[in-house]
């Protein structure tokens, strides 16, 4: 054992084994415990929340990318709002509770957009 690892409540660090932890510095990646991808159209000028049920009975950060289909590419939310951050593209704002992810999307486009957002949860 080394390096720094953290368990989940309840368990010692010296008996326990991967799944147990947390965080894991010998393990080079984040543990992820829920993933999802949503397919959604949206309206010019439209404001839709989608909800997730999610379960967490251990600390978690919702980790989302929204994919920009006027610029082929995947941007990170993250649980703040992003403001106008994509300007005449989708707006994505990231809110969440024990128990469910709230995902909005505005469409600023000046057209009906159809995209996806991909969604982890993962030990923070």
Known sequence: MYGLQVTKPGISVQNS??????????????KILQVGKRD?????????????????????VPLVYLYQPTLAKYKPATPLHFGN???????????????TLYVTI????GAEVTSHYYWFIGFS
């Open 40 to 60: 959604f159209t949206i309206a010019n000028g439209a404001n839709v929340t989608y909800e997730q049920s999610i379960f967490t009975s251990i600390p978690f």
């Open 106 to 109: 505005s469409n600023g486009t």
């Open 85 to 99: 951050a994509f300007s005449d593209f989708l707006d994505i704002k990231v809110e969440f509770t024990a128990t």
């Open 17 to 30: 084994t991967p799944k147990d932890r947390v965080i894991d510095s010998e393990i080079p990646c984040l």
